[in-house]
């Protein structure tokens, strides 16, 4: 069946510390997977997608994230990370053959000044 | 371009009461829609997706429903609300190539009293 496990719930930092959040999915088939990020009070919005091509993929606001096969892997990067980042972020996959898109449990990202 | 409408965003029912909550995309045809649940620590539960007029794909077993009665049109329903159907729903589509991302509506926040 089709998961995305998120492992990181509640992730704590400073400002100007390094980010990477954790995202692995289950699929046999070929999948599009994705980032979203949720700020306090807004609605979901796209951080970064991944299709094919370049792995390595960037985003908005410094985000980038890579997808790795063997792994079936596609963590959340970010080298130094601002108080407004604070945010719940949530990782999704899509099925390419059934168009079932399932997200992770989310991570909660507070950033202290 | 393409735009999503979901209402209404706050609903307060009583248990035992009917549900239902609409959801319509404008600009575009033949999309794929989904119905989710947000709920803290929980991340977004995929409860129903469509891919056409009435094909439905249910994916967690409970008290809801969800209808297609139109292409555009996207529609979760219940008989009898419980308590346990409080929560945050959100109605979301994509276009049925699978090159791009979800995009989601603003939300229902639904309270069962």
């Known amino acids: 069946a089709q998961s995305v496990s998120q492992h990181n719930h509640h992730v704590i930092l400073s400002e100007a510390a390094s980010l990477e959040l954790g995202c692995n999915y289950s699929?046999?088939?070929?999948?599009?997977l994705f980032w979203y990020v949720q700020y306090p009070g807004q609605h979901l919005q796209l951080l970064l997608k991944?299709?094919?091509?370049?792995?390595l993929v960037k985003g908005i606001k410094g985000f980038e994230a890579e997808f790795i096969k063997s792994k079936f892997s596609f963590n959340l990067r970010k080298p130094s990370v601002q108080w407004s980042d604070t945010a719940e972020y949530f990782c999704a996959a899509l099925s390419y053959n059934t168009d079932k898109l399932i997200f992770g449990t989310g991570t909660r990202l507070q950033v202290f000044p | 371009s393409q735009t999503i409408h979901q209402w209404p965003a706050t609903l307060v029912q009583p248990v035992g009461s009917p549900l239902s909550l609409e959801c319509t995309v404008e600009g575009t045809s033949n999309p794929n829609l989904y119905w989710y649940r947000q709920a803290a620590g929980r991340g977004l539960q995929l409860l129903f997706y469509?891919?056409?007029?009435?094909?439905i794909s249910s994916e967690v077993p409970q008290n809801l429903s969800a209808s297609r009665p139109q292409d555009r049109q996207f529609i979760l329903s219940s008989k009898k609300l419980l308590l346990s159907d409080s929560g945050f729903y959100l109605c979301?589509?994509?276009?049925?190539?699978?090159?791009?991302?979800?995009?989601f509506g603003q939300g229902t926040r639904l309270t069962v009293v």
């Open positions: 699929y046999g088939g070929t999948v599009n």
């Open positions: 469509s891919v056409g007029i009435g094909q």
């Open positions: 991944y299709f094919s091509g370049d792995p």
């Open positions: 979301a589509w994509s276009p049925n190539t699978g090159d791009t991302e979800a995009f």
